[in-house]
């Protein structure tokens, strides 16, 4: 890493990383707290037009003067099946009646704006910018790295990791299979689905550890200081925490999103593809069961053609037509204020490697 970058440690006093989470939830309010807090705060450009992640940009730069992070969808290949998506459109015919709308248009870009974000952070700069589904070029990450804006990339393998170092980033966000939300795979295979191929959190962290020279973030399940402090003392330098924040009051989520993590009718998690295409662990609703077996690996086609489903859905508040996006450990979810959940965070996080210390635990 150059000697004009900054550290991770130098980015954020506490190691706790409030996760970008695509489609609303992580908005300037909650991520401006955590970062007052000191944690990282984090947007999700995802989904946003160029100008709607700058608008973001500026209002949290009005709500913190403490570092914060953008995260970026990398672009996907547009090979998706034409004979697939139609099936899958006639499969949800039924939907769109029930919630009175349309299907959605699959015909989009799917770049998802990515040079469009980037000539904005380029132009002006924020203090560290992730990406998720794939990893950037060396010319991309050596611009970033000129503004001294800090670089993570998000893996969920060694070949990952080992790609994201070769190019040029400063860290790894190593996301295990707990993870809640899109799994961040360079690439989409499915004939991975249903092998229970991808690996757990702490398994991850410390092969990736030994595999490459890079600072690890580390993300799936993690709700709780004393998981903070277990994924530190494998050899991560930060826990990315996303579920945990989902509930707070500051969240964007949606409240049939939020009050679903602590219903007991939804009581598992699963991989699907039935909302956007692409691997996701959710809530296991009605409209999972119904329709995920059926979903093809068309990303981010789907998510464009159950877009408006979800949205009629979501203003119905009925929760068993939404994406409930949630990791394994939704359970010790906390109904707290983003910044009291910040300090319950921090101290237990202390009173942890307190205790391990005095076991002798690294």
Same mark, same amino acid.
């Given at each position: 890493?150059?000697?004009?970058? +900054?550290?991770?440690?130098?980015?954020?006093?506490?190691? #706790?990383?409030?996760?970008?989470?695509? &489609?609303?939830?992580?908005? +300037?309010?909650?991520?401006?707290?955590?970062?007052?807090?000191?944690?990282?705060?984090?947007?999700?450009?995802?989904?946003?037009?160029?100008?709607?992640?700058?608008?973001?940009?500026? $209002?949290?730069?009005?709500?913190?003067?403490?570092?914060?992070?953008?995260?970026?969808?990398?672009?996907?290949?547009?090979?998706?099946?034409?004979?697939?998506?139609? %099936?899958?459109?006639?499969?949800?015919? &039924?939907?769109?009646?029930?919630?009175?709308?349309?299907?959605?248009?699959?015909?989009? @870009?799917?770049?998802?704006?990515?040079?469009?974000?980037? %000539?904005?952070?380029?132009?002006?700069?924020?203090?560290?910018?992730?990406?998720?589904?794939?990893?950037?070029?060396? &010319?991309?990450?050596?611009?970033?790295?000129?503004?001294?804006?800090?670089?993570?990339?998000?893996?969920?393998?060694? *070949?990952?990791? $080992?790609?994201?170092?070769?190019?040029?980033?400063?860290?790894?966000?190593?996301?295990g299979i707990e993870a809640g939300g899109h799994q961040?795979?360079?690439?989409?295979?499915?004939?991975?689905?249903?092998?229970?191929?991808?690996?757990?959190l702490l398994s991850l962290v410390t092969q990736v550890?030994?595999?490459?020279?890079?600072?690890? #973030?580390?993300?799936?399940?993690?709700?709780?200081?004393?998981? #903070?402090?277990?994924?530190?003392?494998?050899? @991560?330098?930060?826990?990315?925490?996303?579920?945990?924040?989902?509930?707070?009051?500051?969240? &964007?989520?949606?409240?049939?999103?939020?009050?679903?993590?602590?219903?007991?009718?939804?009581?598992?998690?699963?991989?699907?593809?039935?909302? *956007?295409?692409?691997?996701?662990?959710?809530?296991?609703?009605?409209?999972?069961?119904?329709?995920?077996?059926?979903?093809?690996?068309?990303?981010?086609?789907?998510?464009?053609?159950? %877009?408006?489903?979800?949205?009629?859905?979501?203003?119905? $508040?009925?929760?068993?037509?939404?994406?409930?996006?949630?990791?394994?450990?939704?359970?010790?979810?906390?109904?707290?204020?983003?910044?009291?959940?910040m300090d319950v965070l921090i101290a237990e996080l202390?009173? %942890?490697?307190?205790?391990? @210390?005095?076991?002798?635990?690294?």
């Open positions: 890493m150059s000697s004009l970058s +900054p550290t991770l440690s130098e980015i954020a006093e506490h190691p #706790i990383v409030q996760a970008p989470m695509a &489609g609303g939830a992580s908005c +300037p309010e909650l991520a401006g707290i955590v970062s007052e807090a000191g944690g990282l705060g984090f947007l999700a450009a995802g989904y946003k037009t160029p100008e709607a992640m700058y608008e973001d940009i500026k $209002q949290l730069r009005g709500l913190t003067q403490r570092a914060f992070g953008v995260n970026l969808f990398m672009p996907q290949p547009d090979n998706a099946d034409s004979g697939s998506l139609e %099936a899958y459109r006639a499969q949800l015919a &039924g939907e769109a009646t029930w919630y009175e709308t349309e299907l959605g248009d699959t015909d989009h @870009a799917t770049d998802d704006a990515y040079d469009a974000k980037l %000539a904005i952070l380029f132009d002006d700069p924020v203090p560290l910018v992730s990406f998720t589904f794939g990893c950037p070029t060396r &010319g991309v990450l050596d611009q970033f790295r000129k503004r001294r804006t800090y670089t993570v990339v998000t893996v969920t393998s060694v *070949s990952e990791a $080992q790609v994201a170092e070769w190019s040029g980033a400063d860290a790894v966000c190593v996301q961040g795979t360079h690439r989409d295979d499915p004939q991975a689905d249903g092998t229970g191929s991808g690996l757990g550890k030994e595999a490459v020279g890079l600072p690890v #973030i580390a993300a799936g399940g993690v709700m709780r200081g004393k998981q #903070i402090a277990a994924v530190l003392a494998a050899g @991560a330098s930060a826990a990315q925490l996303g579920t945990a924040f989902l509930v707070c009051p500051e969240s &964007g989520a949606h409240p049939a999103h939020k009050a679903a993590l602590t219903n007991p009718l939804f009581n598992r998690t699963e991989f699907t593809r039935a909302f *956007s295409g692409r691997p996701a662990r959710a809530l296991v609703n009605r409209f999972l069961r119904e329709h995920g077996r059926y979903a093809p690996a068309a990303y981010p086609h789907v998510h464009h053609l159950t %877009a408006e489903v979800r949205k009629a859905a979501a203003k119905a $508040q009925d929760p068993q037509g939404m994406a409930l996006w949630a990791g394994q450990g939704y359970r010790l979810a906390r109904d707290l204020p983003a910044g009291q959940l202390s009173v %942890a490697r307190e205790s391990m @210390a005095k076991r002798g635990v690294a």
